[in-house]
């Protein structure tokens, strides 16, 4: 009865502030008529999706193999999810005065250019590559480590057993995590923005030309933008389903979790961890610390303090500061709760009417943020009266509130903890539950004592993906944001257009502290789980 009351109040959640602005989107849309000039806009942002998903893996698999099989330095686990705490365009300016083929620092010693369709997937591809490490490292701290002992003894080699027994159990958490990735590619904004917009031609991608229709025409490009978004929600929804569909029937159970040994990475697995952080964290983190301290924006001969004191003593950044952990502390605990709620549901008891609310929980990631924060406005600009029983009247009034951002960032980002969620409650023996339910225990009991404990580190990780996610947005921001509710996101955002990029990395360097704190955190939690 518990689940199934708090499943009604997911459906009616999810129905008013996803369903709701969708549809209205949709109809938007019924006006947009798409030509075949798109078609290279489509092709393109499939092969980004897909060259993403593959620089994800590259990066991400290994990484999160080392850091569920060996005993990290609680900052190096930490350092994990920072490339995808760093809003994506700081990350991109960092790697356009790394990589562009003018002056670029790297290009002097190195044939790369980051104006190109393979920069683009690159920088993306770094950018995500925590999601699919966390997933990795997740679900192999799940498998029973018997298993693998037993290949040992047998006379497998590490390899041999890495490739027949770890990466096959590790298989629905992995294609959760490139699901994920793929679609998040496909509806990224700030990179193509940045380096296709800015490449010599143009590489045109889906989001761009979501983006120049409405930047012309607000109103009259509104339906091809809407019928542009329509093709990405198409996108993000068949990729996790060809992923399910050829991953099949297969599951896998285990009773109990793994225990990293307390062996530090040596040799090439060493070699392995340090040479992402340099690539993913070092090299870009590096460059926007030091732009933060440049008097010129490109010269490092000088260093002052004066743009974090310019910065960091202004009122306004310190709300937004608080404004924005607030907001996104909120938001990754909401996207936790409901995502855990439907991927534990759609496990164990599957139904037409579970399977429409996942799918509803998944499409806002699937589409720009700033598409979705159109139909928030189209839902929500005016008061919703809601009279009950012609005796009370609920008024809505979110207009330009901190509640509506932070329903925004919830609703963008459920897909990660239901997707992460899901493939870890894939890895939980059913008997486990099953014995809880047959001595006696509720529900409520069964969910408490025995699936939350086994599921503890992929809720973290959901719960730090989304937090990363919220902390700095900006697309769904600039348009929800009201004259009080400023957030880091924003102020970014007028630092980067009005200010100088100095400032706007001093910002970017605030969201860096503040995730590697917490991560570390959350790292010494699921260690200590």
């Given at each position: 009865m518990m689940r199934r009351?708090?499943?009604?109040?997911?459906?009616?959640?999810?129905?008013?502030?996803?369903?709701?602005?969708?549809?209205?989107?949709?109809a938007d849309a019924s006006s947009a008529g798409l030509t075949a000039s798109e078609g290279e806009a489509i092709l393109n942002t499939v092969l980004l999706a897909a060259g993403t998903a593959g620089v994800a893996c590259l990066a991400g698999l290994?990484?999160?193999?080392?850091?569920?099989?060996?005993?990290?330095?609680?900052?190096?686990?930490?350092?994990?999810?920072?490339?995808y705490a760093v809003p994506p365009y700081v990350t991109t300016i960092a790697w356009i005065l790394l990589a562009n083929p003018t002056n670029g620092i790297l290009t002097a010693w190195l044939p790369v250019n980051a104006y190109t369709l393979a920069g683009m997937i690159g920088v993306l591809g770094l950018h995500l590559s925590p999601v699919v490490a966390m997933a990795t490292r997740d679900a192999l701290g799940r498998i029973d480590p018997v298993l693998e002992e037993a290949a040992r003894v047998a006379g497998a080699s590490a390899w041999r057993t890495t490739l027949s027994i770890s990466l096959p159990l590790t298989l629905p958490a992995v294609g959760a995590a490139v699901a994920f990735v793929a679609s998040a590619a496909a509806a990224?904004?700030?990179?193509?923005?940045?380096?296709?917009?800015?490449?010599?031609?143009?590489?045109?991608?889906?989001?761009?030309?979501?983006?120049?229709?409405?930047?012309?025409?607000?109103?009259?490009?509104r339906p091809l933008a809407v019928g542009?978004?329509?093709?990405?929600l198409a996108v993000g929804v068949a990729i996790p389903a060809a992923l399910r569909l050829f991953q099949g029937q297969r599951a896998y159970a285990s009773a109990r979790l793994a225990r990293p040994r307390p062996v530090p990475p040596a040799g090439a697995l060493a070699l392995v961890v340090y040479t992402w952080l340099a690539?993913?964290?070092?090299?870009?983190?590096?460059?926007?610390?030091?732009?933060s301290v440049a008097p010129v924006f490109g010269h490092f001969d000088a260093f002052t303090l004066d743009h974090w004191h310019a910065v960091l003593s202004e009122p306004r950044t310190r709300g937004a500061l608080v404004r924005s952990f607030v907001l996104a502390a909120g938001a990754a605990t909401a996207a936790v709760a409901i995502g855990s709620l439907l991927a534990h549901?759609?496990?164990?008891?599957p139904s037409r009417a579970v399977s429409a609310l996942v799918a509803l929980a998944r499409a806002p990631w699937a589409i720009p943020g700033t598409v979705l924060a159109l139909g928030m406005i189209l839902a929500f600009s005016q008061e919703i009266r809601l009279i009950v029983?012609?005796?009370?009247?609920?008024?809505?009034?979110?207009?330009?509130?901190?509640?509506l951002l932070g329903i925004a960032y919830a609703a963008k980002s459920l897909a990660l903890p239901l997707d992460g969620v899901r493939a870890a409650v894939r890895t939980v023996d059913r008997s486990l539950e099953e014995a809880a339910r047959i001595s006696g225990a509720g529900w409520s009991a069964t969910q408490r004592r025995v699936v939350l404990p086994l599921l503890t580190p992929a809720l973290l990780a959901g719960w730090s993906l989304v937090f990363a996610s919220s902390f700095c947005e900006v697309s769904m921001s600039i348009l929800l944001?009201?004259?009080?509710?400023?957030?880091?996101?924003?102020?970014?955002?007028?630092?980067?257009?009005y200010g100088t990029p100095q400032q706007a990395a001093v910002i970017a360097m605030v969201v860096v502290a503040a995730v590697l704190v917490l991560g570390r955190a959350l790292a010494w939690r699921v260690r200590w789980a």
């Amino acid at each position: 009865m518990m689940r199934r009351i708090l499943l009604v109040a997911v459906g009616l959640l999810l129905a008013f502030f996803v369903g709701l602005p969708l549809a209205l989107l949709a109809a938007d849309a019924s006006s947009a008529g798409l030509t075949a000039s798109e078609g290279e806009a489509i092709l393109n942002t499939v092969l980004l999706a897909a060259g993403t998903a593959g620089v994800a893996c590259l990066a991400g698999l290994p990484v999160g193999w080392v850091a569920a099989r060996r005993r990290l330095p609680s900052a190096l686990e930490a350092a994990i999810i920072l490339p995808y705490a760093v809003p994506p365009y700081v990350t991109t300016i960092a790697w356009i005065l790394l990589a562009n083929p003018t002056n670029g620092i790297l290009t002097a010693w190195l044939p790369v250019n980051a104006y190109t369709l393979a920069g683009m997937i690159g920088v993306l591809g770094l950018h995500l590559s925590p999601v699919v490490a966390m997933a990795t490292r997740d679900a192999l701290g799940r498998i029973d480590p018997v298993l693998e002992e037993a290949a040992r003894v047998a006379g497998a080699s590490a390899w041999r057993t890495t490739l027949s027994i770890s990466l096959p159990l590790t298989l629905p958490a992995v294609g959760a995590a490139v699901a994920f990735v793929a679609s998040a590619a496909a509806a990224s904004f700030g990179v193509p923005y940045l380096l296709g917009a800015g490449a010599s031609p143009p590489v045109p991608v889906l989001t761009l030309r979501i983006y120049r229709a409405l930047e012309l025409a607000p109103v009259e490009g509104r339906p091809l933008a809407v019928g542009l978004s329509l093709v990405l929600l198409a996108v993000g929804v068949a990729i996790p389903a060809a992923l399910r569909l050829f991953q099949g029937q297969r599951a896998y159970a285990s009773a109990r979790l793994a225990r990293p040994r307390p062996v530090p990475p040596a040799g090439a697995l060493a070699l392995v961890v340090y040479t992402w952080l340099a690539i993913a964290v070092a090299l870009p983190v590096g460059t926007i610390a030091l732009t933060s301290v440049a008097p010129v924006f490109g010269h490092f001969d000088a260093f002052t303090l004066d743009h974090w004191h310019a910065v960091l003593s202004e009122p306004r950044t310190r709300g937004a500061l608080v404004r924005s952990f607030v907001l996104a502390a909120g938001a990754a605990t909401a996207a936790v709760a409901i995502g855990s709620l439907l991927a534990h549901t759609a496990e164990r008891t599957p139904s037409r009417a579970v399977s429409a609310l996942v799918a509803l929980a998944r499409a806002p990631w699937a589409i720009p943020g700033t598409v979705l924060a159109l139909g928030m406005i189209l839902a929500f600009s005016q008061e919703i009266r809601l009279i009950v029983l012609d005796r009370a009247t609920l008024v809505v009034a979110l207009a330009d509130t901190s509640w509506l951002l932070g329903i925004a960032y919830a609703a963008k980002s459920l897909a990660l903890p239901l997707d992460g969620v899901r493939a870890a409650v894939r890895t939980v023996d059913r008997s486990l539950e099953e014995a809880a339910r047959i001595s006696g225990a509720g529900w409520s009991a069964t969910q408490r004592r025995v699936v939350l404990p086994l599921l503890t580190p992929a809720l973290l990780a959901g719960w730090s993906l989304v937090f990363a996610s919220s902390f700095c947005e900006v697309s769904m921001s600039i348009l929800l944001r009201g004259p009080s509710t400023e957030v880091l996101g924003t102020r970014l955002f007028e630092l980067l257009s009005y200010g100088t990029p100095q400032q706007a990395a001093v910002i970017a360097m605030v969201v860096v502290a503040a995730v590697l704190v917490l991560g570390r955190a959350l790292a010494w939690r699921v260690r200590w789980a």
